[in-house]
């Protein structure tokens, strides 16, 4: 059965079925898209500059390029039609030696990301696991490193420090079952995009 006319107003009760929403949901897509929320996360990416993506645009190009189409690109987020653009695949050398493979976004796909990030971290990362050190606010790889020079001067008998994307690589699981590392596994973003 059809309903007579398409509701264009979202509903503030229960979807059917007696599912309700989680209670933080209701406000994330308008925190998300707040004009405060979209400014720090445009100034975020215009202070880290960095390197244009795929599409050649530069951090000193974004502010006048969203005056200009902002409108259509939230009107694609709004309605789920939204597509980052692919990922400029950079090697950089490793300290180590070899190379790095880097992923460099759109400065425009940077700004939906950085919003993003602002909106969800602080929902989930005060669950995270307190030993946990990568990609975390106010945390870097000193705090880790300190932190794993106190379990050994305390008396740890041991400490693990995990590159998981380097792990994943070189196993055997990966190696049998697929042939080769996560990228040759199609887990990486990688090779989506080469």
């Not at 939204?82 to 400065?107: F, N």
């Not at 425009?108 to 919003?115: E, G, M, P, S, T």
């Not at 697929?178 to 040759?184: A, Y």
Request: glycine fraction near 10%; charged fraction near 20%.
């Amino acid at each position: 059965m059809k309903p007579e006319g398409a509701r264009r107003e979202r509903s503030n009760g229960p979807a059917p079925g007696d599912t309700a929403a989680h209670p933080a949901e209701a406000g994330l897509w308008e925190q998300l898209l707040s004009r405060e929320n979209l400014a720090a996360a445009l100034r975020r990416v215009e202070q880290n500059a960095g390197a244009p993506g795929i599409d050649g645009m530069s951090t000193k190009e974004l502010r006048p390029w969203l005056f200009e189409l902002w409108p259509q690109v939230r009107s694609a987020l709004e309605a789920g039609t939204y597509r980052p653009l692919p990922v400029r695949r950079v090697m950089i050398p490793k300290p180590s030696g070899g190379l790095r493979k880097l992923g460099v976004p759109a400065v425009v796909d940077r700004l939906i990301c950085q919003a993003i990030a602002q909106v969800l971290t602080p929902v989930f990362d005060p669950h995270f696991h307190p030993h946990s050190f990568g990609f975390r606010p106010g945390r870097s790889q000193h705090h880790a490193v300190r932190r794993a020079r106190q379990f050994i001067a305390d008396g740890a008998a041991w400490c693990a420090d995990l590159d998981l994307d380097s792990f994943l690589e070189s196993s055997s699981h990966c190696q049998r079952v697929h042939g080769g590392g996560v990228e040759q596994a199609g887990f990486g973003v990688w090779d989506q995009y080469s």
